[in-house]
């Protein structure tokens, strides 16, 4: 009997969400959950109830919430969600101290692969916005090491190399950025990060007077990935790379690639 009234009332609390009725839908998950706490709907009205709060931008209470429902339903998938999720709104508005706070409390409750992964490059991302100082470097590369070590087959692993030689690069150790970039480059011939990352591995070389090779990885880049945003930048370090060592012909071939883009 209880089970089928909570779950009258869950039904109309969704619907109120859906409707952006946050405040009536708030009264209706918290009637199920402090009323029914038993029924497995008091899970499901808990995250709903934190899921309206973000939605009301209202973080402080919500990770209350989401607090409670830790606490009292550890295992719960709904209860990690639910950690995860406002881990990721904190990163969004730029609350640093409290997205890694929230994301180290997922991982002490055993969450998926993708989450745990998740879990860790937000902390590696989160300490990376805070700004590149010695300590916090150890904190990313802590965290972003778990990921490529543990979780290589998440989509995380990629991003995680390409922060790590970011941030290796920022503090000027372009051997070891070159490094991680092609670790990306070689591991994942599918991933999005690919061609950026062989247009800043050729960056590097540039920028540490190795031109020969800057040219071609970048030639290679433009042959692979005619279509990717960093093409045209691609012909135009070619262009310059050329135009420097007196190869005007390839200089003119690189920008008129542009012109006709």
């Known amino acids: 009997h209880h089970g089928k009234i909570s779950d009258v009332l869950l039904s109309m609390g969704k619907l109120y969400y859906k409707r952006k009725e946050y405040l009536n839908a708030q009264v209706i998950f918290q009637k199920i959950y402090k009323e029914y706490p038993t029924t497995y709907q008091a899970v499901e009205a808990m995250q709903m109830e934190s899921l309206c ?14 607090n409670r429902l830790l606490k ?31 994301f ?21 991302w989160a300490s990376y916005r805070q700004g590149v100082t010695k300590e916090l470097q150890n904190e990313i590369f802590e965290n972003l090491s778990e990921v490529v070590e543990k979780y290589p087959n998440t989509d995380y692993a990629p991003k995680s190399l390409f922060l790590i030689a970011e941030v290796f690069g920022e503090v000027g150790k372009f051997s070891k950025a070159v490094v ?27 920028k540490t007077n190795q031109g020969q090779k800057a040219t071609n990885i ?29 190869d005007y012909l390839t200089a003119i071939e690189a920008f008129i690639h542009i012109i006709n883009m």
């Open 53 to 66: 709060l973000l939605a009301q931008d209202k973080r402080k209470e919500a990770e209350v919430v989401i």
């Open 104 to 124: 180290k409390r997922l991982l002490d409750l055993n969450p998926s692969k993708e989450n745990a992964a998740a879990a860790y490059y937000g902390m590696g």
């Open 180 to 206: 991680k970039f092609q670790q990306l480059i070689d591991r994942y011939p599918e991933s999005d990060l690919r061609a950026e990352a062989m247009f800043k591995q050729a960056e590097i070389y540039q």
């Open 218 to 246: 970048l030639q290679a880049m433009t042959y692979e990935y005619p279509e990717s945003k960093f093409t045209a930048n691609a012909y135009f370090l070619i262009g310059k790379s050329a135009q420097k060592a007196g």
């Open 72 to 102: 009292k339903y550890p295992r719960h998938h709904l209860a990690r969600e639910s950690a995860f999720l406002l881990g990721e709104t904190w990163l969004k508005i730029g609350a640093y101290p409290q997205a890694k706070r929230t």
